[in-house]
């Protein structure tokens, strides 16, 4: 799901008692909506990045510089995500959410009347702080708003709806990226149409003394860090995998002498649609989730190897959507297996570090590229080398599984 939205494991937050009177379409509409923002920031520019590289071609640094403009927001949010439960408590969901709705149509089209390289990237980090707001309100109120399995049902509907977004988003932005590298940059203004309608009908949650002091409580526990360093680590590598076709596509596309904008979006867009495919088949299949690891980054690796032997848009498409399928399964499998492992009262705080490894690995994915270019010589390169390295980790995963499995298998002998 190239941009998608994290799905968050289920929470109770302090001081909110779930509700499910009076639930309307709308609420719900609303708290979909608002999740899709963050998906608009990650992918809505990665049609005009070429054009937009042209644009500021005479700027240093700017090969590096451009595609950080689409991954500098996922940096603030992964810095934000540890503390936005801190932050959202503190200042109100409702009130918060309104404010950086409202922000984040203002600070998402200040690029329409910047001239500055710099200034633009600036822009786009507190687009990024925007949405780290945005992201946490939206699922604080879901799981502030309902409880038990019409919780989990929408915070499913959350990933798909993002999932979905991704692949419009695409498209989109292709076809705005015909009329000039600014003209998506128009779409960001959503946010002042959603603002007024989140503050006019989503209810504020009501407070339970009883819930706060229970979550107090849960707060002076050690959080088990080691219990989720090693998966935290593997999410970061996973995230760099999992956004290399929507930061990528539109310069391995530009080389093979694909410069239209709206191919371009389309072509991104039918790797995503993937990527929607891999997270329907994700509820489908049984066993857990961290087992079939090893397996989905097989299979995003032989993506990636394609994706670099490719001499033709059309294999090269073939490629991406190979490895957007694998990515599908990918992204909930991490999650699920990160949120097996915590406590309920560790979840919230499980939930941020490993949304802040995921974004983490998110910014860090184009650099790491760049580095491999350097080194092979091309980005078609590149994205075959980071092929080659998803093969070794799935390698790495099934020894480590099978070496767990021999120990679990001795265990009852002794």
């Known amino acids: 799901m190239p941009g998608s939205v994290p799905l968050p494991a289920p929470v109770t937050t302090a001081g909110a008692t779930p509700s499910t009177e009076n639930a309307g379409p709308l609420r719900a509409a609303l708290l979909m909506a608002g999740s899709c923002l963050p998906v608009l920031g990650a992918v809505l520019i990665a049609p005009v990045l070429p054009r937009m590289q042209d644009h500021f071609d005479s700027v240093p640094g700017a090969k590096t510089l451009v595609p950080v403009v689409l991954t500098v927001p996922a940096l603030a949010l992964a810095l934000l995500a540890p503390f936005a439960g801190v932050i959202v408590d503190r200042l109100g969901r409702k009130r918060l959410l309104v404010t950086a709705t409202v922000l984040y149509a203002l600070f998402g089209t200040a690029p329409l009347w910047l001239h500055s390289l710099g200034a633009i990237v600036?822009?786009?980090?507190?687009?990024?702080?925007?949405?780290?707001?945005?992201?946490?309100?939206?699922?604080?109120?879901?799981?502030?708003?309902?409880?038990?399995?019409?919780?989990?049902?929408?915070?499913?509907?959350?990933?798909?709806?993002?999932?979905?977004?991704?692949?419009?988003?695409?498209?989109?932005?292709?076809?705005?990226?015909?009329?000039?590298?600014?003209?998506?940059?128009?779409?960001?203004?959503?946010?002042?149409?959603?603002?007024?309608?989140?503050?006019?009908?989503?209810p504020r949650p009501r407070s339970g003394d009883e819930s706060a002091a229970d979550d107090r409580a849960a707060g002076t526990r050690p959080f088990p860090v080691r219990r989720l360093a090693g998966l935290c680590a593997l999410t970061m590598f996973g995230a760099a995998v999992f956004y290399t076709?929507?930061?990528?596509?539109?310069?391995?596309?530009?080389?093979?002498?694909?410069?239209?904008t709206g191919v371009i979006g389309?072509?991104?867009?039918?790797?995503?649609?993937?990527?929607?495919?891999?997270?329907?088949?994700?509820?489908?299949?049984?066993?857990?989730?961290g087992d079939r690891l090893p397996a989905v980054f097989a299979l995003c690796g032989a993506g990636f190897v394609v994706m670099g032997l490719s001499d033709s848009p059309v294999l090269l498409v073939a490629g991406a959507v190979l490895n957007c399928l694998g990515c599908g399964v990918l992204l909930p499998s991490l999650l699920t297996a990160a949120m097996s492992r915590l406590d309920y009262a560790d979840r919230g705080r499980g939930t941020g570090l490993w949304t802040a490894a995921f974004f983490a690995g998110e910014f860090v994915c184009p650099l790491v590229l760049i580095g491999a270019e350097s080194v092979v010589g091309s980005l078609s390169g590149a994205v075959g080398l980071l092929g080659l390295a998803s093969a070794l980790m799935a390698g790495g995963l099934l020894l480590v599984r099978r070496r767990v499995a021999a120990v679990t298998d001795e265990g009852p002998a002794a």
């Open 266 to 289: 389309l072509a991104t867009a039918l790797a995503s649609a993937a990527t929607v495919a891999g997270s329907v088949a994700f509820t489908r299949l049984r066993g857990e989730p």
């Open 122 to 202: 600036a822009s786009r980090v507190l687009v990024g702080i925007t949405e780290a707001a945005i992201m946490t309100c939206c699922t604080t109120l879901i799981g502030d708003y309902y409880t038990g399995h019409v919780r989990d049902r929408y915070l499913a509907l959350q990933t798909m709806c993002a999932s979905a977004a991704a692949t419009a988003f695409f498209v989109l932005g292709g076809a705005l990226g015909s009329a000039g590298w600014r003209a998506p940059f128009w779409i960001y203004a959503v946010g002042l149409l959603l603002a007024p309608a989140m503050a006019a009908a989503l």
């Open 245 to 260: 076709v929507p930061v990528e596509m539109s310069y391995l596309l530009d080389d093979l002498g694909v410069t239209s």
